[in-house]
């Protein structure tokens, strides 16, 4: 299995934020059916979303929970030549009280227009637990991919005080991350979320995730990554990762 396949997975995951659910239609049986939802990754690197319990895809779900949720790369030229991921999963419905809190500390950084919606039309977290991922990486590159899930060593307390920290105290530092990688500047960014590679940032309804040049296990080293990008004049370089 290959290590860079699995990053470049991870990472295209982590940039996007919406694909497309494909269930098993309860309507139509025999024909698969798809729809557009957003997402975010939850604690365990797996694919989160929020949706309504008179859906379709919800409806098809309850009957089948065999699904999966295909991610390209956003405003792409061609479609073809550049990377997309498909994830085959089964659906879990989030029920215990606390991974529903979990959930929707996360979430509601993420997609903060959905706390409304949430509680007022009974909308449901689901998480969607890999099986197989089926990655291509453009002409040529095509890998099934069984192990692209990371952990995030932050989620939880940890993060939520970080990401309230920087968000309090350091909008020059975020602002100027956002200058170094050419980001939209449209509208003031919030970082949203930490993980072991990098960091999101919402600017207006968009979200996007920024890579650290080394992996982060500690909030020490987060810092110090932190600290290092803000007195940078160019973007860090990612280290690669051994085939």
């Known amino acids: 299995m290959s290590a860079k396949a699995s990053r470049q997975a991870r990472e295209l995951l982590l940039e996007e934020y919406r694909g497309v659910l494909s269930t098993h239609s309860k309507s139509m049986p025999g024909f698969p059916f798809g729809s557009v939802v957003p ?29 999966s949720l295909l991610v390209g790369e956003r405003e792409a030229p061609d479609v073809q030549a550049v990377g997309r ?12 009280e606390a991974a529903i809190e979990a959930a929707a500390q996360r979430y509601y950084r993420y997609f903060p227009e959905s706390a409304s919606y949430h509680s007022a039309h009974d909308f449901d977290f689901w998480v969607l637990a890999p099986v197989r991922y089926r990655f291509i990486g453009g002409f040529g590159a095509i890998h099934w991919l069984d192990d692209v899930t990371l952990a995030n060593p932050f989620a939880g307390a940890a993060e939520t005080s970080m990401v309230e920290h920087m968000n309090e105290d350091h909008t020059k530092a975020i602002s100027h991350y956002v200058q170094l990688a050419g980001l939209p500047s449209h509208e003031p960014a919030t970082l949203v979320g930490i993980d072991s590679e990098g960091m999101h940032l919402r600017i ?6 920024l890579g650290f040049a080394e992996p982060c296990n500690t909030p020490t080293q987060v810092r110090q990554a932190l600290v290092q990008m803000a007195h940078a004049e160019k973007w860090p370089t990612v280290e690669p990762v051994e085939a």
């Open 204 to 209: 207006g309804h968009g979200l996007h995730w």
């Open 85 to 96: 991921v498909t994830v085959m999963a089964h659906a879990v419905k989030v029920t215990d």
């Open 39 to 67: 997402y975010c990754l939850d604690d365990h690197g797996r694919p989160l979303i929020l949706i309504s319990r008179i859906a379709q895809h919800t409806h098809n779900l309850l009957l089948d929970d065999k699904c």
